[in-house]
């Protein structure tokens, strides 16, 4: 009976119908407690909702019940960033990318907090691995840019660059970052992240980061 709910959820979901879909997930947790995908969609619905505390309880309820489950970490890490948990985030995303190796967006995301948490030697690896997982992720080349100016490495920043144009050709933060990166001078200067929840957020921008739906 949950699948019924869940699917149903989706629906609304994809129809903006925020309340319809989370009154849907409730009953799919409340049909089939022990189903982690219900929970999970009650998650990003919560998340959507801006509701990150319980957002967070349902994807670490998720979790519990499937712990391979990259998607379920994630969306904890997502919902534990909102609240302004980066420790419990960083938690979150490394157990999604040891869950998941090969999984891009769940390094971009873990690179994505190293970075903000002033680890930019982690955040770097963290992004070579995402473009080496998926080489099509415009954004994660965008961020292992940003990292190398950040770390005075020009001329290899340029080249994730190309790389993320190549992939994407009016992408406007790789633009301005090539820009940057031409003049040495310019490097110091604080440059353009770009982080994606992707499908686990449905809609909405997480602060002032700007961080964009991406599939």
């Not at 129809?15 to 989370?22: C, Y």
């Not at 001078?185 to 353009?192: C, F, H, K, L």
Request: net charge positive; charged share 25%; hydrophobic share 45%.
């Amino acid at each position: 009976m949950s699948v019924f709910f869940i699917e149903q959820a989706g629906r609304l979901l994809a129809a903006r119908d925020w309340q319809g879909a989370l009154a849907a997930s409730e009953r799919a947790v409340a049909q089939s407690p022990d189903d982690p995908r219900a929970w999970l969609v009650k998650a990003t619905i919560e998340l959507a909702l801006r509701r990150p505390a319980q957002a967070r309880t349902s994807a670490e309820r998720a979790a519990k019940l499937a712990p391979d489950e990259a998607r379920h970490w994630v969306v904890a890490g997502n919902a534990a960033q909102e609240m302004g948990d980066r420790d419990g985030a960083l938690v979150a995303y490394t157990h999604a990318v040891d869950a998941q190796p090969s999984w891009g967006l769940a390094w971009n995301r873990l690179g994505t907090l190293a970075f903000e948490m002033g680890d930019a030697e982690r955040a770097e690896r963290a992004f070579e691995r995402a473009v080496e997982c998926d080489p099509a992720h415009a954004r994660s080349w965008n961020n292992l840019a940003h990292v190398r100016l950040a770390r005075n490495r020009i001329d290899e920043a340029q080249a994730a660059l190309k790389r993320a144009l190549a992939v994407r050709p009016d992408y406007p933060l790789a633009f301005r970052n090539l820009a940057r990166g031409s003049f040495t001078v310019n490097a110091s200067r604080p440059g353009y992240l770009d982080g994606a929840y992707g499908r686990l957020r449905p809609t909405g921008t997480s602060g002032a980061k700007g961080f964009h739906l991406r599939p």
